[in-house]
T-cell receptor, first 116, second 109 residues
Framework: QVQLQESGPGLVKPSGTLSLTCAVS?????????FSWVRQPPGKGLEWIGE???????NYNPSLKSRVTISIDKSKNQFSLDLNSVTAADTAVYYC??????????WGRGTLATAS | ENVLTQSPGTLSLSSGERATLSCRAS???????FAWYQQKPGQAPRLLIY???KRATGVPDRFSGSGSGTDFTLTISRLEPEDFAVYYC??????????FGQGTKLEIK
C-alpha cells in the first residue's frame, strides 16, 4: 500500500516561498496516478491546491494558481510544492495525497507550515 | 466553483443511533463524482465513500452514501464510539477540480 510523507520547513517568512516535498513509498510515482496537495488552516476546512501526473502535467486551484508550482522527481519517487509570496493566510497543515477515482484516497500525515 | 454546503454543522447523537449527514452542491455534480471523508483530531482525513456510494477499502458497511445531482447523503446506520469525528463531503469537476464542504462535526450526546 502506498505511503506518503511530507517534509519541509515549518516556518516561512511572509513574502517568502513555502517549499514542501512528499516522499512516496510502496509504489512507483510513475504509475498511473495523479498526486495532489491539500491544505487545512488551523481549525478550518480543506482546500485543494493542485495535482500532478507522472508526465509532469498539472492542474491548479485558480485561487492559488498564480503562486503555486507542483513538480515531480521520478528518480527520487517524490513530488513537491512551491507556494510563493506567502502571507499569514497560508498558515496551514499541508497534506500530500494520492488521488483515487475522482477522490483523494491515500493521505500523508500532514505538516504544519507557519508564515511568520 | 461548485460550492458544497453541509448540514447540520454539528450533530449530537449517542452510540447505536443512526446518523444522517447532508451535503448540497450549488451546481449538479458531474458523473456523480462525490466523496465523503472522516477526520479525527490530529489526523489526516480518511476516504470513506467515493463515486457517491462505493465504500473505500476497509470501511465498515455501516457507512453508506447516496444521492445524485446536487443532493448527497452519508448515513451511518449504527454509531460506534470511533465514529465521532468531523465529516467532509467533496465533489469533482469544474474549476477548481476538487471542492469540499465546510464539515459536519458528529459529537457524542
Amino acid at each position: 500500500q502506498v505511503q506518503l510523507q511530507e517534509s519541509g520547513p515549518g516556518l516561512v517568512k511572509p513574502s517568502g516561498t513555502l517549499s514542501l516535498t512528499c516522499a512516496v513509498s510502496g509504489d512507483s510515482i510513475s504509475n498511473n496516478y495523479w498526486f495532489s496537495w491539500v491544505r487545512q488552516p488551523p481549525g478550518k476546512g480543506l482546500e485543494w491546491i493542485g495535482e500532478i501526473w507522472h508526465t509532469g502535467s498539472t492542474n491548479y486551484n485558480p485561487s492559488l494558481k498564480s503562486r503555486v508550482t507542483i513538480s515531480i522527481d521520478k528518480s527520487k519517487n517524490q513530488f513537491s510544492l512551491d507556494l510563493n509570496s506567502v502571507t499569514a493566510a497560508d498558515t496551514a497543515v499541508y497534506y500530500c495525497v494520492k488521488n483515487g477515482w475522482y477522490s483523494l484516497d491515500s493521505w500523508g500525515r500532514g505538516t504544519l507550515a507557519t508564515a511568520s | 466553483e461548485n460550492v458544497l454546503t453541509q448540514s447540520p454543522g454539528t450533530l449530537s447523537l449517542s452510540s447505536g443511533e443512526r446518523a444522517t449527514l447532508s451535503c448540497r452542491a450549488s451546481r449538479s455534480v458531474s458523473g456523480n463524482y462525490f466523496a465523503w471523508y472522516q477526520q479525527k483530531p490530529g489526523q489526516a482525513p480518511r476516504l470513506l465513500i467515493y463515486d457517491t456510494s462505493k465504500r473505500a477499502t476497509g470501511v465498515p458497511d455501516r457507512f453508506s452514501g447516496s444521492g445524485s445531482g446536487t443532493d448527497f447523503t452519508l448515513t451511518i446506520s449504527r454509531l460506534e464510539p470511533e465514529d465521532f469525528a468531523v465529516y467532509y463531503c467533496q465533489q469533482y469537476g469544474g474549476s477548481p477540480l476538487y471542492t469540499f464542504g465546510q464539515g459536519t462535526k458528529l459529537e457524542i450526546k
